[in-house]
């Protein structure tokens, strides 16, 4: 049988906007937000944040609002934030300003800042950019815009609860600046995952970071998820000298030692994955992990949610 009666049309996306806005200091942000289908009039919703939102949010979408999580998701209603750059801008920029906006101060004259301004050179002569200059330090001032612009923003136009548990993915640079805000008693997120973390860049700021939050506070209030691939440990110098893998072990060890009694934490080596593949596994199971329906970490909490429980107890890992 032939089918002769096939009148395709393009797919228009339900529920999701895009916008631009501008930060002082720092420049356009490209936002796309996704609301989940059926909302009641009076919910108010956490946020479930990605940087890198050219890149990540349209895998975090499918994970939390797609046709599949409509019908199986053991997660809560949340809205999904991403936050990106304009596309307009080229690629060149993309590197740059993500370098800026997730570090704090940085020299970047050792090994990996010299190795990143050489990718960084051949990305501008690709696209024509000599114009173009790469350096760091635009962490407090990226972090204060979500905080206390972009946030605020977004919850005068969407049912954002700004007093709820939200949720913050960033991925390699990205998962640096989740690190770094993880020990940062500013921040607005209370959930966390951090996907190929780069350990190294800005060297000793994250290292630092914890160490002053221990200093003042006795607890850390915080669901945690940080994984590498197997593929991005001890498989090249690149990877070494981000310290993918060192990042894992780190703040496992550095958890363990602490015993603070609000922190829960998972983490993961994630088998034949490397630093391109292991976005969309990291994803799906760090916003489960991160929520405690995580199969075979919270066991009891899946359990009630499989049985239709709305009760999401206070556990530790199975």
């Not at 916008?19 to 996704?34: H, K, N, P, Q, R």
């Not at 979408?61 to 801008?89: D, K, N």
């Amino acid at each position: 049988m032939v089918i002769s009666a096939i009148d395709p049309c393009p797919f228009v996306p339900q529920r999701h906007d895009q916008f631009t806005v501008e930060a002082a200091g720092l420049g356009d942000y490209a936002i796309d937000v996704s609301m989940p289908a059926n909302v009641p009039d009076d919910a108010r919703l956490p946020v479930i944040l990605a940087v890198d939102g050219n890149l990540l949010f349209d895998i975090v979408q499918t994970v939390v609002h797609g046709r599949f999580a409509s019908v199986a998701s053991p997660l809560p209603p949340s809205i999904v934030v991403g936050v990106g750059y304009p596309e307009q801008e080229g690629f060149a920029s993309f590197y740059a300003r993500r370098n800026f906006d997730f570090h704090g101060p940085w020299d970047m004259t050792d090994d990996l800042g010299l190795r990143l301004h050489e990718i960084f050179g051949h990305l501008k002569s690709v696209e024509g950019r000599g114009d173009l200059r790469m350096r760091a330090g635009g962490y407090e001032r990226f972090l204060a815009f979500l905080r206390d612009d972009l946030l605020p923003g977004l919850a005068a136009h969407y049912p954002v609860d700004l007093a709820a548990r939200h949720t913050l993915i960033g991925d390699s640079a990205g998962g640096h600046f989740a690190l770094r805000a993880l020990f940062d008693a500013g921040s607005p997120f209370s959930r966390y995952v951090a996907i190929s973390p780069s350990l190294r860049t800005a060297p000793g700021s994250i290292e630092r970071a914890e160490a002053e939050f221990a200093s003042v506070h006795g607890d850390l209030a915080a669901d945690i998820f940080i994984c590498a691939g197997k593929e991005e440990v001890g498989t090249s110098r690149d990877n070494a000298l981000c310290g993918f893998g060192s990042a894992v072990t780190w703040c496992a060890e550095q958890l363990a030692l602490r015993q603070w009694p609000g922190t829960r934490f998972d983490c993961e080596i994630m088998n034949n994955e490397d630093h391109v593949s292991i976005a969309a596994r990291a994803i799906s199971a760090g916003l489960r992990s991160v929520h405690r329906v995580r199969p075979g970490i919270y066991r009891q909490v899946t359990a009630d949610v499989a049985a239709g429980s709305a009760a999401t107890p206070d556990c530790d890992p199975g």
